[in-house]
């Protein structure tokens, strides 16, 4: 059993900061990589950023690039999501998610390529 738990969400307006976590647990829980995917309403779920946890290479959308960070400590399973300058377009559910072993650098950006999924978060981001 693994579980991915998200904390961190909450109400700021816009031009601010928040700071997302997502512990995982499990006996046996290792992965290749950490994402953050965001879900507005009525739109679909999109791709925020990964981290390989090996090297910590980061990948982010073009819509958060320079405004969002993401980052891993590896000893503690926690993988960050810094969120800074934040827009009203930010306002989402954030889910943090996993994967299991290697894949391409493009499956990164695809919620399939992922095995493992928190229960999500809110941000809402007020103009």
């Known amino acids: 059993q693994v579980n991915l738990v998200e904390s961190g969400g909450g109400l700021v307006q816009a031009g601010g900061s928040l700071r997302l976590s997502c512990a995982a647990s499990g006996r046996t829980f290792s992965s290749y990589a950490m994402g953050w995917f965001r879900q507005a309403p009525g739109k679909e779920r999109e791709f925020v950023a990964a981290?390989?946890?090996?090297?910590?290479?980061?990948f982010y959308a073009d819509s958060v690039r320079g405004r969002f960070t993401i980052s891993s400590d590896n000893a503690k399973n926690t993988v960050l999501l810094q969120m800074g300058s934040l827009k009203p377009e930010d306002t989402a559910v954030y889910y943090c998610?996993?994967?299991?072993?290697?894949?391409?650098?493009?499956?990164?950006?695809?919620?399939?390529?992922?095995?493992?999924w928190g229960q999500g978060t809110q941000v809402t981001v007020s103009s």
């Open positions: 998610a996993a994967v299991r072993a290697f894949t391409s650098i493009r499956n990164l950006g695809f919620s399939y390529a992922y095995d493992y």
């Open positions: 981290i390989i946890r090996s090297g910590g290479s980061t």
